[in-house]
């Protein structure tokens, strides 16, 4: 079967029904750009250069925070390290028959059962910490060749991030380590690796302390890879591309270094060429040739003009593409591709945030990167996913908390038209913070989106009282990046007046929350740009209309905690200043860790617009109607109150028409005008049957939204985010599952236990629900229903083919509900692989 294209996956459809998450304008959008995205990554890099993915076909076990004897006998008399190439676990012959097959990335810390330990509340209730030294240690090990051709080249292991001290053997001999979670590392293998043989890397994951006060997962969760080249080559992250706007053409200004790790000198140039967002080259540069010393390296600039260039916006996110090359005596070296975008991003004191001239607010959510059924361990489509439910509410921003983001979701937002605030997840200018911080910068320098750079968040001791110090520190890690980058302002995340401490040193001044502090402060600096870094942390259980404190639930209509404000009250604010440039709700999903407003069972926050799945809480609704574009109107509560007759209910409506009319069972409750940003609201009787609300606009009704009484569930429905997708070994089916009644109505209130099952080209790797109190495992095959819904995410094979998928009720369930069982097939469909390192033994 030939490779799927663009065309083709667009083609093949999307499951997109009256009952699906995202309109069918969002899902068609992400899954251009998405396919946009994976045809770039499944091309080989620029010959001669090769990246090959080296996720696949590792092993995994425990080991031991404090027992040697329990950790591969790593430590149990000091004398490790005493020789190069003793370390036998990373030897031919080793045996590993009864550690776990498994791929990357992964996640051990979301497999872990919950710990009603109060000690790990902020981190989600998992066993992770010194104080478990047996769930705190993982060890990974693959076995590969190197071909004997490879020989001269240099060979590089690289990790987008591993959580958290890891240190890395290969055939035997200590290698390096990371203490880190967030930031990139590689290591050079070349002297180390065995050409023609086979060769066996080992990793050491120690998840024992962590970097912040959140759910951060524990292993290797992101992307690995093994990349040769030339002795001669580009440096890493060190090429950029700057372009100039004037009038109706653009000035590129480029850059790069080349490195040299021969033993001899070399005689380079840089060549140049850049390709449009369709693919057509539309110029070129070149860099005259230097002399680099052996173990050198020289910088290589050289500039290049377009006539009316594509520019990115959150509309129209076009990408450019540079084809960077090293070239010695009329041959390759080394090359890359490096995407970028032509756009301008302007904060001002007085008229807030301008997007290539024009002003735009920004709306936009802080995120963590973890989700239901996989915790950290993200697929990449999964990224995209949940980029697409928060365009679809309107969103246009997000803000990486607290921590450097995966390339995938920076990438993502390159392609959908997303903007970011960056962040780095240490504030200091000690030698660590410092090095992450230039990692974050320089890797992410070219990527359109990233509208400004991120240093820290509520540092209080830097802050307060310790605010000399501060000042000092954000000065420096402020310069650095105007050093890397002087195309982007810098700015930290302050819960305070920002008079003092590291506010000094920023570009522009980010509040948290504090709505008593923007006003006075843009009186007293009124040269100084201001937008929200952090607001709201409104709360809410989803599908739930009464706090019940015994339950650990909050009511959805004006939940929020002390330090907090509600949907409407921050964005009245931030929406109506001109002078203020928008900001980043708290928080777009749900997370694990920090169980707010209520401690154990809670697991996980509930701050989000949405919950841990992407199911849409009824704030989500608030915001589509004031960031969106199109008409809106949302009706709630649901209207199935068995036993309330009588009682007075409050109904919302979220709507953006001029009027709203609401009927209870066809009686008009009367007609309300909808204030500008914010919501009307009636106090009504419950009576078994429906309500309806019709919004109007110029005195004509344009949107209609009913909620009925429904039956007892009766069935269950499969709704897959996509009904095609890539055999690659990577892609994934995002399944939404609901309940119904008899009619086909979706029950609000069910929570029947369900079993799944998976066959065919896929499999199963995650499950869950979006209740914040719910301890069921993440991994196993059944989830209960929360408020009618639970999601399933099913993973492909490599061979293309179809998986089945099936939902019902779950036969050790205590309820006796009749469930009619439900059957879904997604469709894989043979794709050009990403380069990959190839599996060997017992893997294939």
């Known amino acids: 079967m030939p490779p799927i294209s663009r065309r083709d996956l667009l083609s093949s459809g999307l499951a997109l029904s009256a009952s699906s998450l995202l309109a069918r304008s969002a899902w068609a959008r992400t899954a251009a750009a998405f396919a946009d995205a994976t045809n770039a990554a499944a091309l080989p890099a620029v010959a001669p250069r090769e990246q090959l993915l080296f996720d696949f076909g590792w092993k995994f076990t425990f080991g031991h925070g404090s027992d040697p004897a329990k950790d591969l006998g790593f430590g149990v008399d000091q004398g490790d390290f005493a020789k190069t190439g003793d370390f036998k676990f990373a030897k031919s012959g080793y045996d590993d028959s009864k550690w776990r097959s498994l791929n990357l990335p992964h996640d051990w810390g979301v497999e872990l059962p919950l710990v009603h330990d109060d000690e790990l509340m902020s981190h989600g209730y998992k066993p992770l910490g010194r104080r478990y030294p047996e769930t705190s240690v993982g060890w990974y090990r693959r076995e590969f060749e190197v071909p004997a051709a490879d020989k001269g080249r240099r060979t590089w292991v690289e990790f987008d991030g591993a959580f958290r001290s890891v240190i890395v053997f290969v055939n035997g001999c200590f290698i390096g380590r990371n203490d880190n979670g967030y930031a990139p590392f590689r290591f050079d293998l070349t002297d180390f690796l065995a050409y023609g043989e086979k060769n066996y890397i080992v990793l050491r994951v120690d998840a024992s302390f962590g970097d912040g006060w959140f759910y951060e997962g524990a292993g290797i969760y992101r992307h690995v890879w093994l990349t040769k080249m030339d002795a001669v080559h580009l440096g890493n992250y060190d090429s950029w591309i700057r372009p100039t706007l004037n009038g109706n053409a653009a000035t590129l200004a480029l850059a790069t270094t080349v490195k040299n790790d021969s033993a001899a000198p070399a005689n380079a140039k840089v060549t140049w060429k850049i390709l449009d967002p369709s693919g057509k080259q539309v110029a070129t540069a070149e860099a005259a040739a230097q002399s680099i010393a052996a173990d050198g390296s020289a910088n290589y600039t050289a500039t290049a003009k377009l006539s009316a260039p594509a520019l990115w916006s959150v509309d129209t996110p076009n990408l450019y593409t540079a084809i960077v090359r090293v070239e010695a005596d009329g041959k390759t070296l080394d090359a890359e591709k490096v995407t970028f975008g032509m756009r301008t991003a302007q904060f001002t004191a007085d008229k807030g945030f301008f997007l290539n001239g024009k002003p735009l607010k920004i709306q936009g959510t802080c995120n963590h990167q973890d989700h239901a059924g996989v915790g950290a361990a993200l697929p990449?489509?999964?990224?995209?996913?949940r980029l697409a439910v928060l365009r679809e509410m309107g969103g246009n921003a997000v803000r990486t908390s607290h921590n450097m983001p995966t390339p995938e979701w920076v990438e993502a937002c390159d392609r959908m038209g997303m903007m970011m605030m960056c962040e780095t997840r240490q504030m200091s200018s000690n030698p660590e913070g410092m090095a992450q911080l230039e990692e974050m910068v320089k890797r992410y320098r070219n990527s359109p989106s990233i509208i400004l750079w991120g240093i820290g968040n509520e540092e209080w001791q830097l802050q307060n009282t310790m605010s000399e110090q501060g000042a000092r520190i954000g000065a420096d890690m402020v310069r650095r990046c105007h050093e890397l980058d002087p195309t982007r302002v810098v700015s930290a995340a302050v819960n305070g007046d920002n008079e003092k401490g590291v506010s000094t040193a920023l570009d522009i001044i980010g509040f948290n929350y504090n709505l008593k502090f923007p006003d006075k402060y843009h009186a007293g600096h009124p040269k100084m740009a201001c937008y929200g870094s952090e607001t709201s942390s409104a709360i809410g259980t989803r599908g739930i209309y009464t706090t019940d404190k015994l339950r650990n639930w909050v009511n959805s209509y004006d939940g929020v905690v002390p330090w907090g404000e509600t949907a409407e009250e921050w964005w009245k604010f931030y929406g109506t200043r001109d002078w203020l440039a928008g900001g980043f709700a708290w928080t777009g999903f749900d997370y694990r860790g920090e169980p707010t407003p209520y401690k154990w069972p809670s697991i996980n926050s509930?701050?989000?617009?949405?919950?841990?799945?992407?199911?849409?809480?009824?704030?989500?609704?608030?915001?589509?109607?004031?960031?969106?574009?199109?008409?809106?109107?949302?009706?709630?509560?649901?209207?199935?109150?068995?036993?309330?007759?009588?009682?007075?209910?409050?109904?919302?409506?979220?709507?953006?028409?001029?009027?709203?009319?609401?009927?209870?069972?066809?009686?008009?409750?009367?007609?309300?005008?909808?204030?500008?940003?914010?919501?009307?609201?009636?106090?009504?009787?419950?009576?078994?049957?429906?309500?309806?609300?019709?919004?109007?606009?110029?005195?004509?009704?344009?949107?209609?939204?009913?909620?009925?009484?429904?039956?007892?569930?009766?069935?269950?429905?499969?709704?897959?985010?996509?009904t095609t997708i890539n055999a690659d070994g990577e892609d994934v089916a995002v399944i939404k599952v609901e309940a119904l009644d008899k009619e086909g109505r979706f029950v609000p209130t069910a929570d029947n236990q369900l079993s799944f099952s998976v066959s065919g080209e896929g499999r199963l790797i995650g499950v869950g629900n979006g209740?914040?109190?719910?301890?069921?495992?993440?991994?196993?095959?059944?989830?209960?229903?929360?408020?009618?819904?639970?999601?399933?995410?099913?993973?492909?094979?490599?061979?293309?083919?179809?998986?089945?998928?099936?939902?019902?009720?779950?036969?050790?369930?205590?309820?006796?509900?009749?469930?009619?069982?439900?059957?879904?097939?997604?469709?894989?469909?043979?794709?050009?692989?990403?380069?990959?390192?190839?599996?060997?033994?017992?893997h294939e």
Not at 380 to 385: G, K, V
Not at 690 to 715: C, F, N
């Open 380 to 385: 990449d489509s999964l990224q995209w996913f």
């Open 606 to 722: 509930q701050f989000g617009i949405v919950d841990m799945c992407g199911f849409p809480k009824d704030n989500y609704f608030y915001y589509k109607a004031w960031w969106g574009k199109e008409p809106s109107l949302h009706l709630f509560p649901h209207w199935n109150w068995e036993g309330r007759d009588g009682e007075e209910v409050k109904v919302w409506v979220y709507a953006n028409t001029d009027e709203v009319e609401l009927f209870v069972n066809g009686k008009s409750q009367g007609s309300q005008k909808v204030p500008q940003l914010g919501h009307v609201e009636w106090k009504v009787r419950y009576e078994p049957g429906s309500i309806e609300a019709r919004g109007s606009k110029g005195g004509k009704v344009i949107l209609t939204e009913k909620r009925e009484t429904t039956g007892a569930p009766s069935q269950i429905r499969l709704t897959p985010d996509r």
């Open 771 to 842: 209740d914040p109190n719910c301890q069921e495992s993440d991994k196993d095959p059944k989830r209960s229903l929360f408020n009618g819904l639970a999601q399933i995410i099913v993973q492909c094979t490599k061979h293309a083919g179809d998986i089945q998928v099936e939902a019902s009720r779950d036969p050790k369930a205590e309820d006796r509900a009749e469930l009619m069982p439900a059957k879904l097939t997604i469709t894989t469909r043979q794709v050009e692989l990403r380069p990959a390192v190839p599996v060997t033994g017992a």
